[in-house]
């Protein structure tokens, strides 16, 4: 693994994964994430990107940097595989796009919500958060700026409004059309509805013997744990982090023209933390030899991370259950739960992603039998069973 160039504050900008893998660090503005890991695949047709960075000048500036000093064009990629909706990966996809031609392929959930995104009505978005707020227990003066946005004709500016509509589907299983390549899409939601990873299904460079990982030849890894392939991981798996799970509801664009009532708020629509939990099952079997996240940095042991996620959300249901002894609204939930920092050093905006989190965890326990609504209570109130 080699370096070429740094970003700014020291980061890797460009690394050299071996056998025709790179990653550029595209950077995210005003966020503590710092960069997204964009990763290009050599393919036999020209440079494959997976994941494009956020829609910023200096993303993109960086971007082209990054795919030139892998020794390539930007004009001469020959698509673009995105591994979740979310601005930080998609958001320069119809620059992309654009610039080179290259087609744009993600999973149907994921497309569908860019374009509830990009159909929405201004503000529509931004009347589902309040009205979904306050059933959740939100306190006037956190609701009072958003109301205030609102009012002002808030909600044009949605981050990924400007990201391209998907002319591709990837479909879970499928073996990618990426041309001298082994690339299978594995579905994975639970960070979103249709997240994917991407399991290059070819030895790994560090196998002795092994020039451009590209062979199916039996040696073993040199000095890494047992395994098969390298995978890209997008958010699903991280090194140190644990990846935001949140309810997947969002204004239908078809139905809503009002904030939904509170019944259909509290519907159970889906359990994403389930989903979560089998997706990351799913890839302990995997077991690949690397996995290449979108986030912090490459590492090895996918099995061993995915027992730890596994642990961090069996201990917090087991917390969530003991809190719920008492009735609780999901705002109440979340001001209890334990973060990586306490609630009043908690942001504006992350205290909205906090309650989501509450909420999702909060369903896998309904699902479960563990907890349930208190009839008529408004905002929402729930309690252990």
């Known amino acids: 693994m080699t370096e070429a160039g740094t970003s700014g504050g020291g980061a890797p900008q460009v690394i050299d994964h071996r056998g025709g893998v790179w990653s550029i660090a595209v950077p995210i503005p005003d966020n503590p994430l710092g960069h997204t890991l964009v990763h290009l695949l050599e393919t036999d047709r020209g440079p494959v ?12 500036d960086t971007l082209v940097a990054g795919v030139d000093a892998c020794g390539f ?16 990966h998609h958001g320069l996809s119809a620059k992309v796009r654009e610039a080179s031609g290259a087609w744009i392929a993600m999973h149907a959930a994921d497309t569908a919500l860019v374009l509830r995104t990009r159909e929405a009505e201004p503000g529509q978005w931004l009347d589902f958060l309040i009205a979904k707020l306050a059933t959740a227990g939100a306190p006037d003066d956190h609701l009072a700026p958003l109301r205030k946005a609102r009012a002002k004709g808030g909600g044009r500016s949605l981050p990924g409004r400007r990201a391209a509509l998907p002319d591709r589907e990837i479909g879970p299983g499928e073996l990618l059309d990426v041309p001298g390549r082994r690339l299978r899409a ?9 997240h994917v990873c991407l399991h290059l299904e070819e030895q790994h460079p560090g196998r002795v013997g092994e020039a451009t990982g590209r062979g199916a030849g039996a040696e073993r890894l040199a000095g890494r744990p047992a395994g098969f392939g390298r995978l890209f991981s997008g958010d699903h798996l ?22 939904p009532p ?17 997706s990351l099952e799913r890839i302990g079997r995997l077991a690949p030899a690397e996995v290449l996240p979108a986030h912090q940095h490459a590492f090895t042991g996918a099995d061993g991370r995915v027992r730890e996620l596994t642990a961090h959300h069996e201990e917090r249901l087991s917390g969530l259950r003991a809190l719920l002894r008492e009735p609780l609204t999901p705002w109440q939930l979340a001001v209890s739960m334990e973060w990586n920092r306490p609630w009043e050093q908690i942001p504006y905006g992350s205290r909205n992603i906090a309650v989501s989190e509450a909420e999702a965890h909060l369903r896998h326990l309904v699902k479960l039998g563990h907890a349930e609504l208190v009839p008529g209570s408004d905002p929402a109130l729930y309690r252990a069973v």
């Open 49 to 60: 990107l997976i994941d494009t960075g956020w829609d910023d000048p200096d993303s993109w």
């Open 73 to 88: 064009a930007l004009t001469e990629l020959h698509g673009v595989l995105i591994t979740h909706h979310h601005p930080d």
């Open 262 to 278: 509170s019944s259909q708020l509290r519907s159970s629509r889906g359990d994403p933390l389930g989903d979560y939990l089998e």
């Open 238 to 259: 991280l090194p140190g982090i644990t990846p935001h799970i949140g309810l997947y509801e969002d204004p239908d664009s078809a139905t809503v023209t009002d904030p």
């Open 186 to 194: 594995i579905w994975t939601p639970g960070h979103t509805p249709g």
